[in-house]
């Protein structure tokens, strides 16, 4: 299980942490993914990271202003979101991609992920 947190209202050009608590399975042999959807759009690809936390993954809009992290040892994923803009404003989900092997850079892909956890929802105002 996945559970989501951290969402919030904040002002453009504020920052956001977003956890992902993750129960159960082998948290630190998955990679973990951040998707978002806004309304009326498809749910996209944010950030995604590996294993071991040694290589991440970045959407181009985000470059820059999001990092990825992880700490196994809590079996937590986390967003922090920084410069955050309106066009942000989404609902946020994290996932956990259970198939990823070493190799494998993290993935981008929706498909990919196995498990998901609720949204949590950003508001960014202008």
């Known amino acids: 299980q996945l559970q989501a947190s951290g969402g919030g209202l904040v002002e453009a050009g504020g920052s956001l942490r977003l956890s992902c608590a993750a129960s159960?399975?082998?948290?630190?042999?998955?990679?973990m993914g951040w998707f978002r959807q806004a309304p009326g759009k498809e749910r996209e690809f944010v950030a995604a990271?590996?294993?071991?936390?040694?290589?991440?993954n970045y959407a181009d809009s985000v470059k820059g202003r999001f990092i990825i992290s992880r700490d196994n040892a809590k079996k937590t994923v986390y967003l922090e979101m920084n410069n955050l803009k309106p066009e942000d404003t989404a609902d946020y989900y994290c996932?956990?991609?259970?198939?990823?092997?070493?190799?494998?850079?993290?993935?981008?892909?929706?498909?990919?992920?196995?498990?998901w956890g609720q949204g949590t929802q950003v508001t960014v105002s202008s």
């Open positions: 990271i590996h294993r071991s936390g040694d290589r991440t």
């Open positions: 996932a956990a991609d259970v198939r990823l092997i070493l190799s494998t850079p993290p993935r981008s892909t929706a498909s990919a992920y196995d498990y």
């Open positions: 159960g399975g082998t948290f630190s042999r998955y990679g």
